[in-house]
C-alpha cells in the first residue's frame, strides 16, 4: 500500500514532470495535462500527437512499475462541434467524443446564450456507485429511527450536491435526490415482514421529514453576476 500523498508525489515525478520536460517540446501542436491524484487527461490540438503520446504512455509507466486502466485510457476526440448543432442536447446516455474526469462526464452542449460550451454531469459509474451506498446504508439502518434516519440521510445528500451540484447538473441531482426517496420508501417497507409504504403516506412523511433540495451549489452564472 502507499498513501494518496506519496503517490502524488510519485506521479509528479513520472507523469507531469516527464510530460512538461520531454514530452510537450516533441510536439507539434498545444497540448496540456490536468491531474488529481492519479486521475489525469491529456489534451491535445492534433491527433497525431496525441497517438505519439498513446504510444509512448504505457512504456513510460512500465518503467516504474506502473499500469494505465485498460477501459479509461482511450483516444477521444474532442473537436468544438459545427455551429449548428443537430440536436441542442445529447441523448441520457454517455455521448459520443466524451469522457470522465473526476467523477463527471465532460462533452459538448449547447449553451443558453446559444452557442458551444463543455458541459459536466455526474458519470453514470458515479452515480451509480452512489446509489448503491445509499441502498446499503438504508437496508443496514432500516430499523433506526426514522428522525435518525431523516438526519443522516439529508447529510448524505448535501455532501452529494456540494460535489457534483455545479451548472449544467441539475438534472441529475434531482434524479438522484428522487432515487434516493424511493430507496428510503423501499427500506422503510422492509421494517416489517411483507410492508409496503404507500406514495399516500410516503409524501406525508416527507412533509414532515424534508430532505434537501437538489441544488447547484457551484453555479457560474451565480459567480459572474457577482463580479
Excluded: C
Excluded at 458515479?126 to 443496514?140: I, K, M, N, V, Y
Amino acid at each position: 500500500m502507499i498513501s494518496p500523498l506519496l503517490a502524488n508525489v510519485f506521479l509528479h515525478y513520472v507523469l507531469d514532470e516527464w510530460f512538461e520536460r520531454e514530452v510537450r517540446p516533441r510536439l507539434k501542436g498545444r497540448s496540456y495535462l490536468i491531474r488529481y491524484a492519479d486521475d489525469f487527461v491529456l489534451g491535445f490540438s492534433r491527433e497525431e500527437d496525441a497517438r505519439k503520446v498513446m504510444e509512448v504512455l504505457p512504456k513510460r509507466f512500465e518503467k516504474y512499475g506502473l499500469t494505465l486502466h485498460p477501459e479509461k485510457t482511450r483516444l477521444v476526440p474532442f473537436e468544438r462541434p459545427p455551429d449548428r448543432p443537430e440536436r441542442p442536447e445529447p441523448p441520457e446516455g454517455t455521448p459520443a467524443g466524451s469522457f470522465d474526469l473526476l467523477g463527471f462526464t465532460h462533452f459538448w452542449g449547447w449553451s443558453r446564450n446559444g452557442g458551444w460550451v463543455v458541459k459536466r454531469r455526474t458519470s453514470k459509474s458515479r452515480f451509480a456507485r452512489g446509489q448503491q451506498a445509499l441502498a446499503r446504508w438504508l437496508r443496514a439502518n432500516r430499523h433506526v429511527a426514522i428522525a435518525e434516519q431523516h438526519r443522516k440521510l439529508s447529510q448524505k445528500l448535501r455532501g452529494h450536491f456540494a460535489y457534483y451540484g455545479i451548472t449544467g447538473n441539475a438534472a441529475a441531482l434531482s434524479r438522484f435526490r428522487w432515487n434516493a426517496i424511493g430507496l428510503w420508501r423501499k427500506w422503510l417497507g422492509r421494517r416489517h415482514r411483507g410492508g409496503e409504504v404507500p406514495w399516500g403516506r410516503m409524501h406525508r412523511l416527507l412533509e414532515r421529514y424534508t430532505l434537501p433540495p437538489a441544488l447547484v451549489v457551484h453555479s457560474v452564472y451565480r459567480r459572474a453576476a457577482k463580479l
